[in-house]
């Protein structure tokens, strides 16, 4: 089981960048999946998540609002859509396979992170 993450870069304030979370050896219909993010001199947080039982999405406060979780079975792949981007949302943001509301720890098959900077 692998995911990948990408789509990640530099952007100004206000901007937006799309990010992506392709699955391999496994159908990402089957799991929720999760995106989290890890700021400098942060813990790791979980930022959004998506149910595979009935498609809920889940959003941390911070993001509610400017980013949209989606997926597509037939790419496999999980989307994150970032808008409105602010200085706060510079991270490194990972994507995760397990249960929403689940505690981090319990998230198994993370990707290797994809950069975003949010810089003027």
């Known amino acids: 089981l692998r995911v990948v993450e990408s789509g990640g870069g530099s952007v100004q304030p206000g901007g937006s960048l799309r990010l992506s979370c392709a699955a391999s050896g496994f159908s990402l219909d089957h799991y929720s999946i999760a995106w989290f993010r890890r700021a400098p001199g942060k813990e790791r947080e979980g930022v959004s998540c998506?149910?595979?039982?009935?498609?809920?999405?889940y959003y941390a406060d911070s993001v509610k609002g400017r980013f949209t979780i989606s997926r597509d079975n037939a790419k496999n792949t999980v989307y994150l859509q970032m808008n409105s981007l602010i200085p706060e949302d510079t991270a490194t943001y990972y994507c995760?396979?397990?249960?929403?509301?689940?505690?981090?720890?319990?998230?198994?098959?993370w990707g290797q992170g994809t950069q975003v900077t949010v810089s003027s």
């Open positions: 995760a396979v397990g249960r929403c509301g689940s505690p981090e720890s319990q998230f198994g098959t």
């Open positions: 998506i149910d595979t039982s009935d498609g809920s999405k």
